[in-house]
């Protein structure tokens, strides 16, 4: 018996999200020439006569990625859509359809499932998306959502994450880190009533912060203003694992550094406020809080002018050198190197 065949297997938890991903894809080969990208990005992408088909899949899994003590069931509908959406815009593609799938235990009765599907019906109607298919099936605990995305776009313009280059403009769309701590004011409430039921939950009036974790929207205003102003990012992702994270994926995949300055990461005023009440950095927050779903892009310095009249928009530093790192550029004035901690789903 080989040496080989004597070692054993490794913990998934040891190799994370992206090392399983690589374990179990990194043998795959491509034999259809309508396959023009497959796994590595936000979405993969078919190729059509003109347009090209992007399609990307996500799952949603009760105590994982949602908590239903306090996520209600049609705001997790169309949750669920939205991330899925985020994907298909991130390449720079319009969605058109979505297929849905479910897992339901026994505890959810048919009214439960409705709402549910009312969140997921509202999405498409708000994104001007058609429901075409899925599945349904019984689990043996809890609620479980997958989603299949399908977006078009010409094939000249769908924008990858690996081809950010020395000298972009880093920018992003939104504000950051509120979804992260909308989240903490949840999970505070929900401990307070698991010791005192009796007591009413005290969201402080965050309603910015709540929705933000509760119904994010996909930024498909901002790939809209790339068309009207004829603006091509080089790279781009969308930010649902943290802010640093989604840097790293960039540079990792285009073979750059980074510098971020951080009086210019976006913070809303009541992220600020709430992040001081729990103590909490703001910037740590941005960087790698998540599931803001914002789009983060590299863009050549030629669109400099036209990014600045982009009314939701920040230029939040600049793609370098391999060489160089990822750094943080601090309001105090030092160089720090950034570091990805953002969601670990392993």
């Not at 339901?104 to 509202?122: M, P, Q």
């Not at 600020?272 to 892009?297: C, H, M, S, V, W």
Request: net charge negative; charged share 25%; glycine share 8%.
């Amino acid at each position: 018996m080989s040496k080989k065949n004597n070692e054993k297997p490794k913990k998934i938890e040891k190799l994370g999200e992206f090392g399983l991903i690589h374990h179990l894809t990194k043998d795959i080969k491509i034999k259809n020439k309508s396959t023009k990208y497959g796994i590595g990005d936000d979405a993969a992408v078919l190729k059509n006569e003109k347009e090209n088909t992007v399609i990307s899949t996500d799952m949603l899994i009760e105590g994982i990625h949602f908590d239903l003590m306090y996520h209600p069931l049609k705001h997790l509908g169309y949750k669920s859509v939205v991330v899925n959406l985020s994907d298909i815009i991130a390449m720079n593609a319009i969605p058109s359809q979505i297929t849905v799938s479910i897992a339901i235990s026994n505890r959810f009765n048919t009214e439960a499932v409705d709402e549910l599907y009312k969140g997921i019906l509202k999405a498409c109607e708000f994104y001007n998306i058609d429901l075409v298919g899925g599945d349904t099936t019984s689990s043996l605990s809890g609620l479980t959502i997958s989603i299949t995305a399908i977006g078009q776009a010409d094939s000249d313009k769908i924008i990858y994450r690996n081809n950010a280059k020395p000298g972009d403009l880093l920018c992003v769309s939104g504000d950051l880190g509120a979804a992260y701590l909308g989240l903490q004011l949840l999970e505070r409430e929900k401990k307070v009533f698991l010791e005192e039921p009796d007591l009413q939950p005290d969201l402080e009036n965050q309603n910015y912060v709540i929705g933000r974790i509760l119904k994010p929207e996909a930024r498909i205003d901002i790939i809209r203003q790339f068309d009207q102003k004829n603006i091509l990012p080089n790279s781009m992702i969308d930010i649902s694992d943290g802010l640093a994270s989604e840097i790293y994926h960039i540079c990792d995949q285009s073979g750059t550094g980074a510098v971020i300055e951080e009086s210019n990461i976006p913070i809303s005023k009541e992220s600020q406020e709430l992040a001081f009440k729990f103590r909490t950095d703001p910037t740590i927050a941005a960087l790698n809080g998540g599931e803001d779903y914002e789009l983060l892009f590299t863009v050549n310095k030629a669109y400099h002018k036209d990014i600045m009249q982009m009314p939701d928009v920040t230029i939040i530093g600049e793609i370098t050198d391999k060489s160089e790192g990822i750094m943080l550029h601090t309001k105090g004035g030092k160089i720090h190197t950034i570091k990805a901690q953002g969601w670990q789903h392993f």
